[in-house]
Structures are given as structure tokens and as C-alpha cells.
T-cell receptor, first 114, second 112 residues
Framework: ETGVTQTPRHLVMGMTNKKSLKCEQHLGHNAMYWYKQSAKKPLELMFVYNFKEQTENNSVPSRFSPECPNSSHLFLHLHTLQPEDSALYLC?????????????FGPGTRLTVL | GQQLNQSPQSMFIQEGEDVSMNCTSSSIFNTWLWYKQDPGEGPVLLIALYKAGELTSNGRLTAQFGITRKDSFLNISASIPSDVGIYFCAGAGGTSYGKLTFGQGTILTVHP
């Protein structure tokens, strides 16, 4: 399944580093999402973009900064992270604009903050 | 906020057995989705249900959208070792416009 791709797949960074996660969808969708998945916790929605506009920020700390330059690409810029930010970060996309869109996920980026 | 109660939390079965898991909610959804997640990977969509009462199959998988719109179940018939993974239900629509609400997941282990 290559509908939604994420890079890198694994990332180790120090607390003072700046890095970015990239997501690209090849499904012609208009909505994109960032989720955080920590061990033994449900998926946590972080950000939602519909037609390149941010429509949801789920009280995410400012050390996470999303960017959506077009409907196919989504970035998550990371700076001065904390060890508790270590998790699997998942990107998803959906058709967009709908009440109950079906979301398709990428493979995730496993982030470790030292 | 909305919550989904998914059960069981884990299952240990023998290859060839059938599996059943379900999700219940305190509020209604307009869409029910079932995903499977392998370790270190993203969830993969298995079945999407869009209509109350709908029964849909995908190979050995069968899922139903409860008529009350507050529940759904997933059945796997004749399990095989590659069925191992975490299965998530998710509800969309209703009062959670444009967002998915996920269950806690069911960890499935299949013994050969």
C-alpha cells in the first residue's frame, strides 16, 4: 500500500535538535491528519488540515508545528522536544469535507527523543 | 467526549479458530471503520461501514454496523498466523464531525 507515505520511518533526535517529518498522499484526498500513538494509549489526534487550511489543533504544544503546502503534502516540524514526545507519529488522509470521511494511514515515523 | 469501548482487550487463539470482537459507544456514529495494525506500522483499513444494519465481508473478515448506530462487531473466520496484530475500531460522524474516535484495540495472538 503506497497511498500514504511517510519519511523518515525512524528518527532519533536530541532535545535541542530541529527535525521535520514528511507525509505525502497519492490518493487525491483533500484532508490530512497528524496523530500521535504512544505505547498503551489510544491514537491521539494532533492536527487536521482540510483543503490546506488547518481546521483542528488538539491542544498540541507549540514545539510541534505543522505545515501543509498543498493537499498532497503535510509536514510536522519538531523543535526542543521532550523525551515523553517519543512515539509513533502517524499521518492519514481522507477525501475531505465530509462528516464521516474514511481515513487512510501512512506507515508512521517512530520518533525517539533522547 | 465520545468514547469507544472495544472488547476483548486481547485474545489468544489456535490457528483455524474463529474470532469475534466488538465496539460499543455511548453516542451514535454515521460510519464505523475497522483497522489492523502490525507492530511499527500504521493502521490498515480492513472494512468500512456506512449504513446502520450494514453487514460487509472482506475475505475471511465480516463486520456489521449495529442498527442503533452505537456498536459494531468484527468477525474473523478460520484464523491464520498472519492475522496476528492489533485491531482497532473507529467511529466517525455523529457528534464527532470530521474526526475519528478510536477504540483501545484488541491484541490478537494466533498459535500455529
Amino acid at each position: 500500500e503506497t497511498g500514504v507515505t511517510q519519511t523518515p520511518r525512524h528518527l532519533v533526535m536530541g532535545m535541542t535538535n530541529k527535525k521535520s517529518l514528511k507525509c505525502e498522499q497519492h490518493l487525491g484526498h483533500n484532508a490530512m491528519y497528524w496523530y500521535k500513538q504512544s505505547a498503551k494509549k489510544p491514537l491521539e489526534l494532533m492536527f487536521v488540515y482540510n483543503f490546506k487550511e488547518q481546521t483542528e489543533n488538539n491542544s498540541v504544544p507549540s514545539r510541534f508545528s505543522p505545515e501543509c503546502p498543498n493537499s498532497s503534502h503535510l509536514f510536522l516540524h519538531l523543535h526542543t522536544l521532550q523525551p515523553e514526545d517519543s512515539a509513533l507519529y502517524l499521518c492519514a488522509s481522507s477525501q475531505g469535507g465530509g462528516e464521516a470521511d474514511t481515513q487512510y494511514f501512512g506507515p508512521g515515523t517512530r520518533l525517539t527523543v533522547l | 467526549g465520545q468514547q469507544l469501548n472495544q472488547s476483548p482487550q486481547s485474545m489468544f487463539i489456535q490457528e483455524g479458530e474463529d474470532v469475534s470482537m466488538n465496539c460499543t459507544s455511548s453516542s451514535i456514529f454515521n460510519t464505523w471503520l475497522w483497522y489492523k495494525q502490525d507492530p511499527g506500522e500504521g493502521p490498515v483499513l480492513l472494512i468500512a461501514l456506512y449504513k446502520a444494519g450494514e453487514l460487509t465481508s472482506n475475505g475471511r473478515l465480516t463486520a456489521q454496523f449495529g442498527i442503533t448506530r452505537k456498536d459494531s462487531f468484527l468477525n474473523i473466520s478460520a484464523s491464520i498466523p498472519s492475522d496476528v496484530g492489533i485491531y482497532f475500531c473507529a467511529g466517525a460522524g455523529g457528534t464527532s464531525y470530521g474526526k475519528l474516535t478510536f477504540g483501545q484495540g484488541t491484541i490478537l495472538t494466533v498459535h500455529p
